[in-house]
DNA sequence: CATTTGTGATAT
DNA sequence: ATATCACA
């Protein structure tokens, strides 16, 4: 007996804590201890975003402050991410969501990913077919899954009997290939994560949450009314805001059972007939939306509050944000280009602007033509002047917004063999070719945990990849590496363990010091222990392991004091090292280039699947970038994993923070600042000098140039303002040159963007060009995925115009998870 | 002062 | 087109 509502196999999976495991992740050391995940630590430490399962254990709770989370739980450490451009960056958890995303994308096609950390999948198709030719379900397959209503096995024990459910029998092959699409999550990434099986979106978002970490849960259909028993309208997905607030409100319930007992006719009259017989359907258990194809979002935007006295009023200070804000989203929507070939046409500027004590919130659209930040910056300006300049020339701005939208694909790009004229290796490269990442993405993680002949393809193009770049770029001992391990080690058991020793690479230290080598053994060999542990839940160990590595540490005492110099000594007599991994590095200097070229090297390192997150994280450690300015002539490319590592490490102990970016007292203004931004600091200091030395542009107002102007907004400034506190012409050419492009440095014109590339980086750079177009090329083969789910329409959708106005007061109802 | 900052969807 | 909501 086959109904409509029953057929499919909808499973819902979700990251748990899914920021504090990336910084775990990342940080191997933070396994075990309670964690958090805090923005913005300057108040009351930080608010935070993310909570791990054993902080929680102790009371913390997602929306507290830092400062109560050390309270509830003095040990916990908090993790605070880093930023950019004086806003949270969470381009890291996006990266890992993206990660997680390709591994659940070789289960079916249609997968839709719901948010960061979670997706939808409709995986009928495999259990059907899997139904086909399975022998006997055993409990070891199910090892993980819970089964509402009864016991697991005796779940089983229901399928001996003629009158089985065949629905639930569909289901519980749905949990086999859970546990296993699970497994190979973990596997990939080192990520856990939990899951609800259940014939629709909203049962499996329901089942997910009903066993958390790391474990699944099944719920038959069979089982729904005595879940819905005493289950509260807000558990309903789409229920928890203010519409399931009026709706019990209007109803006088509380519980799905209670729902149940309201007539459709009741419902649609009182809401609408969607929304109305939505609620019917869902009060039984049954919701027919689709699973959407959609791997990458709709839009793509960046915002800011300015709350209280932090609200802009000059146009310095609407200027600063504008500017910020649209750097922040061409450089996503660059990304996004190499990413998924696409472009966005329109622009949404929002705004929140508060006229005689009033907020006053609007948004307008605005067509885009261009990645070009200044003009989006114009544009955006001109609307927010448009709205929000009051007569007098000031602003009162609480709140400002872009976002990008209406994408469209791009053409073709231009043929990948152009690339490869103006260099000297095309033969290699050419047979990179996009087939290899297809194998990769769709072959290698195949569906039963074994390995299949492509996996052997896939192996060997990566290798291939890993002698062309090696090529391409100076031999290099990180590489080597990365490279015995593709020859060495069968690609079947190992999966895990290739990622964690690509990551060992990634922390090398330069051969070139003894002691370096001594150390770096040293923490290789300790990091790679303590990652093993990560597999197996443990923390008792970790800490004497730890305790030896930092110990190590300790040794420098350097390190405590000034980390800056503590890194320039391993940073001093590096040559051209490992530039494979990142000619960001290199970019850097190019401005645009910057952020766009992470995810190429990734792509070169391992694909997403593999994609080394540490190379992000040290990307965004602008502290040791800065530095890497610095010497941009002299040993330009330095990776920074190492110092990144270090100070993560040494965090861990001796702070209970863990900040990617902690503030200092500056000594010569003795005004806080961000370590991150120490560097440019102190430049700032240096030019100011040389230019006070000149005494023409700055009179004796010596600290005019940083503390400019005006109201309320003033400490905020202090440590806000960077870039654009300088003003001076000759300050920022001073600065240009570790900055902007370099000047008086022999360069070179790329022939791909036609830009001045410095011959130290030349090389580096055509690289990224290759790297590129590989992108683009994968990325729009990987294209064409999109089937539509095989269900009827979207009959429901829930969203509903409240009939009453005022909802009730807040209730501070907490998700269990992220 | 102050749950940030995205996302997407829907109603009008 | 835009205001508002839900949710993470």
Redesign the pocket.
């Known amino acids: 007996m086959e109904f409509e509502h029953t057929n499919r196999v909808i499973v819902l999976v979700d990251m748990d804590c ?1 920021y504090c495991q990336v910084e775990e992740k990342l940080n191997p050391f933070l396994v075990g201890k309670p964690i958090a995940v805090v ?2 630590n ?2 009351k430490g930080g ?1 935070i ?1 993310a909570v791990n399962y054993p902080a929680r254990d102790k009371g913390v709770t997602r ?1 507290m402050r830092g400062n109560e989370a050390k309270a509830k739980c003095p040990n916990i450490v908090l993790v605070r991410v880093p930023t950019q451009r004086d ?2 960056d ?1 381009t890291k958890y ?1 990266d890992a969501g993206k990660e997680v995303a390709a591994v659940l994308q070789a289960y079916t096609p249609l997968l839709e990913r ?5 997706a939808y999948m409709d995986i009928t198709d495999a259990v059907n077919e899997r139904l086909l030719n399975e022998h006997p379900i055993t409990l070891e397959q199910l090892r993980n899954t819970h089964v509402v209503g009864c016991n697991t096995q005796d779940f089983l024990d229901s399928f001996k009997y003629e009158h089985h459910l065949e629905s639930n029998l569909k289901l519980c092959m749905g949990g086999i290939i859970t546990e296993e699409i699970r497994a190979a999550v973990f596997e990939k990434t080192g990520y856990k994560c939990s899951a609800g099986i259940a014939h629709n979106k909203v049962l499996a ?1 329901l089942a997910c949450g009903l066993h958390k970490p790391n474990q699944q849960t099944i719920l038959p259909q069979d089982s729904v009314n005595s879940l819905y028993e005493t289950l509260p309208l ?1 558990k ?11 709706l019990s409100e209007d109803l006088g319930i509380t519980t799905m059972k209670e729902l149940q007992q309201i007539s459709e006719n009741d419902l649609i009259n009182r809401y ?1 007939d ?2 109305g017989s939505w609620l019917y359907k869902i009060a039984r258990g049954i919701d027919l939306e689709p699973v ?1 194809v ?1 791997l ?10 300015f ?4 609200a802009l009023v000059c146009c310095e200070d609407v200027q600063y944000w504008v500017n910020e804000l649209s750097n ?1 989203i061409t450089e ?1 929507l660059n990304r996004d280009l190499e990413e998924n070939n696409r472009k966005a046409k ?1 622009m ?1 500027v ?1 705004f929140v602007n508060e006229i005689n004590r009033r907020d006053v ?5 605005h067509p885009l033509h261009s990645y070009d930040a200044e003009k989006i910056a114009a544009d955006m300006l001109k609307v927010v002047n448009k709205h929000c300049l009051n007569s007098n020339g000031y602003y009162r701005i609480k709140y400002l ?1 872009i ?1 990008a ?1 209406k994408f469209e694909d791009c053409k073709k790009g231009y043929d990948i063999s152009s690339y490869f004229k103006s260099g000297d290796k095309e033969a290699n490269t050419q047979s990179v070719k996009p087939e290899y990442n297809l194998s990769y993405f769709f072959s290698k993680i195949e569906k039963h945990g074994a390995v299949n002949e492509t996996s052997m393809d896939t192996k060997e193009a990566l290798q291939e990849e890993s002698n062309n770049l090696e090529e391409s770029c100076n031999s290099n001992d990180s590489i080597y590496k990365n490279q015995n391990l593709l020859d060495d080690q069968d690609v079947k058991s190992d999966n895990l363990e290739a990622i964690y020793e690509a990551d060992t690479v990634m922390i090398d230290f330069p051969e070139t010091n003894d002691d370096n080598t001594k150390y770096e053994t040293k923490i290789q060999t300790s990091f790679t222990d303590v990652l093993s542990l990560v597999n197996r839940d443990k923390d008792s160990e970790s800490d004497s392991i730890t305790d030896e590595i930092l110990n190590n540490e300790d040794k420098d005492d350097n390190s405590k004091a000034n980390t800056s110099s503590y890194f320039s000594h391993y940073f001093k007599n590096v040559e051209s090292f490992s530039r494979n991994f990142d000619t960001s590095k290199y970019l850097d200097v190019s401005n645009n280039e910057v952020e766009t070229s992470s995810p190429e090297n990734d792509e070169i390192i391992g694909g997403e699947t593999f994609g080394n997150s540490e190379t992000f994280e040290s990307t965004n450690n602008t502290n040791v970038l800065e530095h890497q300015k610095e010497n941009i002539n002299t040993s330009p490319i330095l990776n920074n994993s190492t110092a990144y590592f270090n100070l993560q490490n040494y965090a861990a102990t001796f702070g209970q923070v863990i900040d990617n970016d902690t503030k200092e007292k500056c000594k010569e203004c003795n005004k806080q600042i961000l370590k991150t931004d120490m560097t440019s600091h102190m430049d700032y200091h240096f030019a100011l000098q040389i230019v006070r030395n000149e005494a023409h542009l700055y009179n004796n107002n010596s600290t005019s140039a940083i503390s400019n102007p005006p109201k ?1 907004t003033v400490e ?1 400034k202090k440590t806000k303002r960077k870039r654009s506190e300088i003003t001076s012409t000759k300050l920022t050419t001073f600065l240009k040159s570790n900055t902007q492009e370099v000047v008086n440095v022999p360069t070179e014109t790329c022939p791909h963007c036609d830009k001045n590339i410095p011959n130290t980086e030349f090389a580096s750079h055509l690289d990224y060009h290759v790297a590129k177009k590989l992108h683009l090329e994968i990325n729009s083969l990987l294209k064409d995925n999109t089937k539509t789910a095989p269900v009827p329409k ?1 009959i429901n ?6 009939k009453q106005g005022k ?1 009730p007061s ?1 209730i ?1 109802f907490f ?1 269990q ?2």
């Open positions: 899914f923005q913005y300057a108040w608010g975003i929306h806003k949270a969470l996006r719901a948010s960061v950390d979670e978002k807000r309903i997905r789409s229920l928890g805001g203010k519409f399931g607030c009026n609408d969607k929304t959407t959609r990458v979002s709709k839009s793509i935007g960046c915002c800011k509050k709350p209280g006295r932090t922040e996503r329109h949404v929002g919130s609007a948004s307008r659209t917004g976002s939208g309320k905020v979207n959708k829930t969203k509903q115009k409240p909802p807040v501070a998700k998870d992220t």
